[in-house]
């Protein structure tokens, strides 16, 4: 092993029922870089990740780390022990505890027995936190914390244990500009101290930001490792998915054109629920695409959550296709042919231990009522056309949905909502935390069903998908309306404008 690399595997391959995971796959990383593992959903990051951290046992090949300057061959048998060979993750989800103070977290379950040197363990974690520039306090409540700060603090964990290689799992997915910069101080601060850090994260623009090297996976296999100079983005792009990709130039929006007098599909006026006080009129015609804009915290997802009846309504009027009706639950509104893809997808939409068929058929079971169930052939007749439809790599249709990639669990949360058929089809944040190819794969979807005639309210904390697929914006700040955006004036300097309050 070289003398600046801490961690080299060779020839990985992993198996599955009927999927090849990983084949014959090398990956490299030194001492004192930060080197982005990158690929579609599907590509087989999660999985090389899984076989370095202990959760999974790879068929063959071979994994080195560098001990004192020297080339160890290893195994590892567990996260504990991975953990133990100075190998440590940290995940998109938190997974300390929010109920114990800072100090607590860092050094929960390295007591030893049952007697805790309390003075002793916030004095270090005081020296840790200042050591690292974190900005919190020994005794603080976790949850009282940022979550951009407890992301530190479980780095912080991970480097207090004299970590060599450090894995950030998609660390960025739900922290703000600011966060992200602060999370970034960090991690420069750990390379400078001679840390390996391994970055998962879909944002090209960070890893161009803050990555030395990039290593790509495609399909389970490696396509190559590149220093991030010689790596232009529209490059990477290309090799993550296998074809040349221009700018999404072939993307062709067609500008919305409503049908004189025709009443709207859905109206709202004076709409409030409990966590979107401020009252706010709404509307959208048959195939068109429109959008909530704003900073996050703008109140863009509560709009639609009050749409859908998913929070508790207050006030105002609705009317579906010129009728006055009654949404106060999202049965409601599934029973007027309205559809909801909700923003955390682990939370709202998959039920993670059923399988893909269960998930696709979920809504319109609900609508036909679970007293009549749907057979096995109907069920397996409907999943396998949405399957196929949305191209859903999955090993069967039995496969539970946590399996999947985050990618394909987005699709088959559209597939259920497309098997009910809706005539108006909410999507807030349908692309967040997937690769490019899936992003642009929604994408189309949501300019053909418009095509097709169903209306679409499409929400991205990323502009740019916004000026692609919508032809009306609503521009948001503090939870109102502030602005309405239509055909020319949808475009990204407007947009910035009118949220900064500075356009009409």
């Given at each position: 092993m070289q003398n600046d690399v801490v961690l080299k595997m060779r020839g990985i391959n992993i198996s599955f029922p009927g999927v090849k995971a990983l084949s014959d796959v090398d990956f490299t990383l030194r001492k004192g870089e930060i080197h982005a593992l990158m690929g579609e959903n599907g590509a087989g990051k999660s999985t090389l990740i899984k076989i370095l951290t202990g959760v999974y046992t790879k068929d063959s090949g071979q994994i080195f780390i560098d001990t004192d300057g020297t080339e160890s061959e290893i195994t590892i048998r567990s996260p504990q022990d991975a953990q133990n060979k100075g190998i440590s993750t940290v995940y998109q989800e938190i997974t300390l505890c929010p109920n114990l103070t800072v100090a607590e977290n860092i050094y929960i379950s390295r007591g030893e027995g049952s007697l805790v040197n309390w003075k002793k363990m916030e004095k270090d974690a005081g020296a840790l936190l200042e050591r690292l520039n974190i900005p919190a306090r020994p005794?603080?409540?976790?949850g009282s914390c940022s979550l951009a700060v407890q992301q530190m603090i479980a780095i912080a964990r991970a480097v207090d244990m004299d970590c060599k290689v450090l894995i950030l799992d998609e660390p960025t997915s739900s922290l703000d500009e600011k966060e992200v910069a602060m999370l970034f101080?960090?991690?420069?601060?750990?390379?400078?101290?001679g840390v390996g850090i391994i970055f998962v994260t879909h944002?090209?623009?960070?890893v161009y930001e803050v990555c030395d090297r990039?290593?790509?996976?495609?399909?389970g296999e490696l396509v190559g490792e590149y220093e991030i100079e010689n790596l232009p983005q529209v490059q990477l792009v290309a090799k993550m998915m296998g074809k040349e990709l221009d700018d999404l130039t072939d993307m062709d929006k067609k500008e919305f054109v409503p049908v004189q007098d025709a009443a709207p599909v859905f109206e709202a006026s004076g709409l409030t629920s409990?966590?979107?006080?401020?009252?706010?009129?709404?509307?959208?015609?048959?195939?068109?695409v429109n959008g909530f804009t704003g900073l996050l915290g703008s109140g863009r997802s509560e709009s639609v959550r009050a749409i859908f009846g998913a929070d508790r309504v207050t006030g105002g009027k609705v009317k579906v296709n010129g009728k006055p009706v009654k949404i106060s639950k999202p049965i409601h509104a599934m029973k007027h042919g309205i559809g909801y893809l909700a923003e955390d997808r682990k939370r709202d939409g998959i039920i993670a231990d059923l399988s893909v068929r269960e998930n696709i058929i979920l809504a319109l079971q609900v609508l036909k009522g679970f007293f009549r169930p749907f057979s096995r052939s109907e069920a397996e007749a409907f999943a396998e056309e949405y399957v196929k439809a949305l191209a859903i790599k999955t090993a069967s249709l039995d496969t539970p949905i946590k399996s999947l990639s985050g990618?394909?669990?987005?699709k088959v949360i559209l597939a259920r909502w497309l098997l009910t058929h809706p005539q108006y089809l909410i999507l807030d944040e349908p692309t967040r935390g997937i690769d490019i190819g899936t992003k642009v794969e929604i994408q189309k979807l949501v300019l053909k069903l418009a095509e097709d005639g169903v209306s679409v309210t499409f929400i991205s904390s990323e502009i740019e998908e916004m000026v692609r697929t919508c032809s009306r914006l609503l521009v948001m700040r503090d939870r109102k309306i502030v602005g309405e955006l239509v055909g020319p004036a949808v475009q990204q300097s407007v947009i910035m404008k009118t949220i900064a309050g500075g356009g009409d």
């Open positions: 005794r603080q409540q976790l101080g960090l991690m420069r601060d750990l390379k400078a101290q944002f090209l623009e960070q990039i290593t790509v996976l495609r399909n409990s966590d979107c006080p401020n009252p706010f009129d709404f509307s959208i015609s048959k195939g068109e990618g394909n669990q987005q």
